[in-house]
């Protein structure tokens, strides 16, 4: 966020500065482990395409527009397939979806709170979590 706010301020024909002469502020609290986290995590990544080759033969007459509304109802109309699916096979297999979806939510959370406590170097965090 300090490299944005020094971005704005510095004139667009100004040669880029080094990130060592910048200063370094902190939040109160802050650590330098959780600083140079949040530096690591600032690249953005770009979306790559991630269309089938199939789809991408089949609509590469038609523009990017209807390219991209073609994709959207493919995928609708296979979720909703999805779901009919699903209802047929019964309870039980709901009920097994419904256990694998709550399972990987809770991991996801627990990892969260992992990478936010990891600097703390809490002993056995994950184990006690679940």
């Known amino acids: 966020m ?4 020094l971005r704005a301020v510095r004139e667009p024909d100004a040669p880029p500065e080094d990130k060592e002469s910048e200063p370094e502020v902190k939040v109160d609290g ?6 140079e986290s949040r530096a690591e995590a ?12 199939v789809l991408n033969r089949a609509l590469s007459n038609l523009s990017s ?3 991209n509304w073609w994709v959207r109802g493919i995928l609708t ?14 309870p039980m297999v709901l009920m097994i979806i419904v256990m694998c979806v709550q399972i990987k939510c809770f991991h996801e959370i627990i990892t969260i709170g ?11 965090f994950r184990t006690l979590s679940w």
Do not use: C, Q
Not at 30 to 35: G, I, L, P, V
Not at 42 to 53: C, I, K, M, S, Y
Not at 118 to 123: G, Q, T
């Open 2 to 5: 300090n490299e944005l706010r």
């Open 30 to 35: 802050e650590t330098a482990s959780d600083s």
């Open 42 to 53: 600032a690249p953005l990544v770009t979306p790559a395409d991630d269309t089938p080759e």
């Open 65 to 67: 527009r209807w390219k």
């Open 77 to 90: 109309l296979a979720m909703i397939a999805f779901f009919f699916v699903i209802i047929y096979l019964g």
């Open 114 to 124: 992992y990478n936010v406590y990891h600097s703390y170097d809490l002993p056995w």
